[in-house]
């Protein structure tokens, strides 16, 4: 998965790795900072060493992890970093790197299904 994140704002760079560790969080599929489906979002962002990319997957996690659940408390923040985003062409990017990392485990779980929705529903896509 290629994510063009050229022309997010630093805010909303951060608040797509947000997105990423919210949903792999509430599913219970962690991956390591160096799994392949976070690989090409560092890459993107500019995150070219181990160490920078360890300390962005950590920020992430500690951010992300209180919020991550019930699946209920999930939503509310993916609601609220989704909001980040306000632009048509925003949203597709988004939605389409969202669903690319959940197809990335070839398997897409309840948990899953159901944050992309409300992310679909959010985005009127």
Known sequence: MDIDVSEFTPFQQRALLDLYV????????LPPAN??????????????????????????????????????????????LAQAF?????????YAAMQAI?????HVSSVEHYLLSELRLRYRL
């Open 35 to 80: 799994d392949s489906r976070l690989d090409s979002l560092f890459q993107a962002l500019g995150y070219n060493t181990d160490v920078e990319r360890q300390r962005e997957y950590e920020a992430a996690l500690a951010r992300m992890k209180p919020v991550a659940h019930p699946v209920q408390r999930a939503r509310d923040q993916l609601v609220i």
């Open 22 to 29: 919210l949903a792999l969080e509430a599913d219970g599929q």
């Open 102 to 106: 959940f197809a990335g485990d070839a």
């Open 86 to 94: 306000t632009e048509r062409s925003e949203h597709k990017k988004v």
